[in-house]
């Protein structure tokens, strides 16, 4: 049987199989006449609609809307994925699949390059962004479904697959064979910023923590000894699997608790801890946050954050406290409920629960919806369904955001501050030093 699969992440069975399924009560529910009751009335209704709907309905998608509808009234992050839904979902928490890296688009009828993945298989082979693919093997694909050419290109590493491409300006069809290989799915990236180590976290798949682990060898090797300290770029991360994210914090933390899950019950309590040992060797270590940080990313950034390792910066989070548990239904086959098992809380006790984390410097991202509350209509709070709020409620901050000098235009005004507070060069509102945490 596959292993349910925890998650933190923002962010939708034929016949009456399903329904009896449903009455096992995977989570120790006990079957009271009332429930089985209420699923004779979901039997009958789903006998009425089989018998007298207009057209002859789908006995899977009648099941499947069900199930959807069932959990995503439970709260605004459950949900019911289809199997091709779980096949993708999948995809993205192993953090790589089988291809060559690229992504493609139908424009009336051709399938189009929009982008080529640096380094992968179908780069290396030549082939370029607005390349117009044929034919795959020899098969014409024009006017073919995406998904039908994605599954042609997709396979496993090692394996082999020919594209015929036209390019503009070049008059004759190209053809590239190609090599499959492993290409990352929301990869960790990292670069230099003068002498601050500076990475980004788009997701948290399998591979998130490896990939921090590599960024900050690669920065301590290029910027050497002199690195004033490092920059976690946590923006519009909207969240992922659970155990990187604890993974994560953990590689900053020397000792103490990273998180806390409770579910319904005191049995549903799990803690998860920082072993010894700190990736950046105690450097000073900023963390980005906008209203698009959720969930795994907010997990990192409240653990840093009340262990006061990190200086968050930035703009308040989205503010999902809840935690996901992928449960597959048919070993898969049948798709998989999306399912909130617990609420999480940081090592101080506090759930972010459609409160989200608050930055220790409140830095605008130095454009016209940066600085006001306009963007709190893309959190959690607002969310239909969503789980209230536990605990006490901070008090409401009357901190404006540091906006860019008057007239200057910064592309990144966030992360052009982060720079300048390790490089000891910014002033705060009290003409002292910003200082971040050690």
């Known amino acids: ?203 948290f798949n399998d591979h998130t923590d490896s990939g921090v682990e590599a960024a900050v060898a690669s920065l301590k090797k290029q910027i050497g000894p002199g690195i004033k300290g490092y920059i976690m770029d946590l923006r519009d991360d909207g969240g992922g699997v659970l155990e990187q994210a604890t993974g994560l914090a953990d590689d900053f933390l020397q000792s103490g608790e990273i998180m806390s899950m409770r579910g319904r019950t005191p049995d549903d309590t799990e803690r998860f801890d920082a072993h010894p040992g700190d990736i950046i060797d105690g450097k000073p270590l900023i963390v980005l946050i906008n209203d698009g940080t959720a969930s795994a990313s907010e997990i990192v950034a409240g653990a840093l954050q009340d262990h006061k390792r990190a200086t968050i910066v930035g703009l308040t989070s989205f503010g999902k406290g809840s935690v996901q548990t992928i449960i597959p239904l048919n070993n898969g086959d049948d798709g998989a409920l999306h399912m909130t098992t617990a609420r999480y809380y940081t090592p101080s006790g506090r759930s972010i629960q459609a409160l989200g984390i608050t930055p220790d410097v409140q830095v605008a991202e130095g454009n016209e919806h940066a600085d006001s509350d306009s963007a709190f209509e893309e959190r959690e709070a607002v969310l239909p369904h969503h789980l209230e709020a536990e605990g006490p409620k901070p008090l409401a901050s009357n901190v404006k955001p540091i906006q860019p000098p008057q007239g200057k235009k910064i592309d990144d005004f966030q992360l052009h501050y982060a720079v300048q507070m390790l490089d000891g060069t910014v002033l705060s509102s009290l003409d002292k030093p910003v200082k971040p945490a050690n």
């Open 1 to 203: 049987m596959t292993k349910p699969l925890p998650l933190a992440m923002a962010g939708a069975v034929v016949g009456f199989c399903a329904a009896a399924a449903l009455s096992h009560f995977a989570y120790g529910e006990s079957k009271s006449p009332s429930s089985y009751s209420q699923l004779d009335r979901f039997g009958a209704a789903f006998a009425k609609v089989r018998a007298a709907y207009v057209d002859t309905p789908d006995d899977r998608l009648l099941i499947e809307n069900a199930i959807g509808g069932m959990l995503t009234n439970l709260d605004a992050h459950s949900s019911y994925f289809d199997p091709k839904t779980f096949a993708d979902m999948q995809v993205r928490t192993e953090g790589q699949y089988g291809g060559i890296g690229v992504v493609i688009e139908s424009d009336k009828g051709a399938i189009k390059a929009v982008a080529v993945v640096d380094g992968a298989p179908a780069s290396r082979g030549g082939m370029k962004t607005n390349d117009t693919i044929l034919e795959i093997d020899g098969t014409p694909i024009t006017g073919a479904k995406l998904d039908d050419v994605q599954k042609k290109m997709r396979g496993p590493s090692g394996s082999k697959v020919t594209l015929t491409l036209s390019r503009e300006g070049v008059k004759d069809p190209i053809e590239v064979k190609l090599v499959r290989g492993l290409v990352p799915v929301e990869p960790v990236t990292s670069r230099r910023e003068g002498d601050v180590g500076y990475i980004h976290v788009p997701a």
